[in-house]
């Protein structure tokens, strides 16, 4: 009878979970109210000890590279769908623990047990919420939102008990006939509200993401290939990527994405404001449209890669960036003499410190306000992101909200988290392809053409070189950057071999400094090794 009481209740908290799934999700969309499961996962993420994420961003890359998926595409909906199962594992142990409970005390649970039980689930889910900060519609509306909603599932918990366990004095009862009739019921209903509600918001995100140019897009957003409209500054080079090579210039749909919250954060880009103070003599409070006026506009063509990346990894990206140089801005506030680091706080709760001394010594630093001619993508951090040549995208905050001038050093979210201070970028190289549907006929060989990409930060790249098997290395033609800060394509033309071989890529910097060849893992400063394919022609 145990047994039984706890896989029914098992059967009811899945009957239960799905469609306050789908009526959450719905009421987000529709809405802009909180999405219960991802304020979870935030929440937890924030709240774990450093080495626990970091385990657990290596443990999901590590999958996902197992499973042969793109990271760059894969990574946000794991954490989406990590959410989502996590909460609907939680609302049915909860339901479990509900029938285990009442039906140890031989007990009939009342509309007042229901409401004490959503309570009891919700208010960690609701304080979890508020700490993270709300969807958009404000923290009082979002808690009572909240609140409404597991109250019901409690009461419906409640209920769903006295339908299928028998009253202790009545074992032998009908509802014990009826019991599998219900939970047919029980399910075909739960089903039911469950594609509607999560049909409805999906075709709502769907139509959301049309009308902003696709892919979370802000207002004018999209996805040019061509760099703002304006030809590319290397376009007459000689030396074309071999096919196959991934663009030279990032589609801004394929752009990786990363935050630290399960969602972009969305700002209004009418009410925002940039607040520069602490140690300033002339305080500022600044518009966006103040932003793109007040100061002399900086374009720059930019590589920017993620230090969780593998060798090889499909977390980077290159686009054209402008905005406004953080010099100008600096000088126009004035620094104290003894303001040492710069704070920089986000909208999503990220906050990083730049060193004083790094802005007075790199005049490129950005605070950027367009990608690709267009105001910033909202999930890649409208209205205003930060740019620093050189550094891993973990030192770059997105949803710019303050600068603060202060005295005193303070790590940075992910540094804070186990992460290197510096994150400078390490030289990397990469294969993209080994094209040998494209192979041509020269002095009575045949030769394959072989390309991909090479990554030094902003120290540029002097050399790539390509070795097959174990034979010797081969240097390869480069092609002409789009600027100083972004990557290299090149090219080698291999004199072909049937069979399976090996290819192994390898470059050094502008000066002549070698990549690493060590192989060592991201954490905490970023992989390094050298990137190899084999294939078999």
């Keep these: 009878m145990r047994e039984q009481r706890l896989g029914t209740g098992v059967v009811v908290g899945l009957s239960l979970a799905l469609p306050v799934l789908a009526v959450l999700a719905l009421a987000a969309r529709l809405l802009g109210l909180p999405f219960a499961p991802y304020f979870l996962f935030d929440g937890f993420s924030r709240a774990l000890p450093g080495p626990v994420i970091t385990f657990g961003i290596d443990a999901m890359i590590t999958t996902l590279d197992a499973l042969g998926l793109d990271v760059a595409d894969t990574a946000k909906t794991a954490e989406r769908a990590m959410a989502v199962v996590g909460f609907v594992a939680a609302a049915t142990v909860a339901a479990v623990a509900f029938f285990a409970f009442f039906g140890a005390r031989r007990a009939r649970p009342d509309r007042v047990a229901g409401l004490v039980m959503g309570a009891l689930f919700g208010l960690p889910v609701i304080a979890v ?143 925002w404001r940039l607040d520069v103070g602490g140690l300033v003599e002339r305080p500022r409070r600044l518009t966006l449209a103040e932003l793109r006026s007040r100061y002399p506009r900086h374009d720059r063509y930019v590589t920017i890669s993620c230090i969780s990346g593998r060798v090889g990894t499909g977390l980077i990206g290159t686009t054209l960036w402008s905005g406004l140089r953080l010099a100008d801005l600096l000088a126009d506030v004035g620094l104290d003499p003894a303001a040492r680091w710069l704070r920089f706080h986000s909208a999503d709760g990220f906050h990083e410190t730049v060193d004083r001394e790094l802005v007075e010594a790199e005049p490129r630093l950005l605070l950027c306000y367009d990608w690709d001619g267009h105001a910033l993508p909202t999930d890649h951090g409208f209205p205003l992101r930060l740019w620093i040549p050189d550094r891993y995208g973990m030192k770059q905050p997105k949803w710019i909200q303050r600068i603060e001038a202060v005295a005193e050093y303070e790590p940075g979210y992910w540094v804070s988290r186990g992460w ?106 970023g992989a390094s090794g050298l990137h190899r394919m084999r294939v078999e022609v």
């Design 129 to 271: 919420g508020l700490a993270v900060g709300g969807a958009g519609g404000g923290a009082a509306v979002d808690a009572v939102w909240l609140g409404v909603v597991f109250l019901a599932w409690g009461v419906l918990l409640a209920w769903a008990y006295r339908r299928t366990v028998p009253p202790p004095e009545r074992p032998g009862s009908a509802v014990v006939v009826g019991r599998r009739r219900f939970l047919v019921t029980l399910g075909a209903a739960s089903a039911a509200v469950t594609v509607v509600g999560a049909g409805l918001a999906r075709f709502l995100a769907r139509e959301e993401g049309a009308a902003d140019g696709g892919g979370g897009l802000a207002a004018g957003g999209h996805a040019s290939e061509t760099g703002g409209g304006a030809p590319f500054p290397n376009a007459g080079d000689p030396v074309m990527p071999a096919p196959g090579t991934r663009p030279e210039y990032t589609p801004l749909k394929d752009h990786y994405e990363v935050f630290i919250r399960t969602e972009p954060t969305v700002v209004d880009g009418d009410d």
């Design 420 to 525: 290197d201070r510096v994150a400078r970028v390490k030289a990397t190289s990469v294969i993209d392809t080994v094209a040998v549907d494209a192979a041509r006929e020269e002095g009575g060989r045949r030769l394959v053409p072989v390309g991909g990409i090479a990554y030094a930060g902003a120290r540029g790249v002097s050399r790539v070189e390509v070795r097959v098997d174990d034979g010797p290395w081969q240097e390869a033609r480069l092609r002409s950057p789009l600027s100083d800060t972004t990557w290299v394509v090149w090219r080698w033309e291999w004199p072909f071999e049937p069979g399976e071989h090996t290819f192994t890529v390898r470059c050094a910097e502008a000066d002549g400094t070698p990549q690493v060849t060590g192989r060592k893992g991201n954490r905490p400063d």
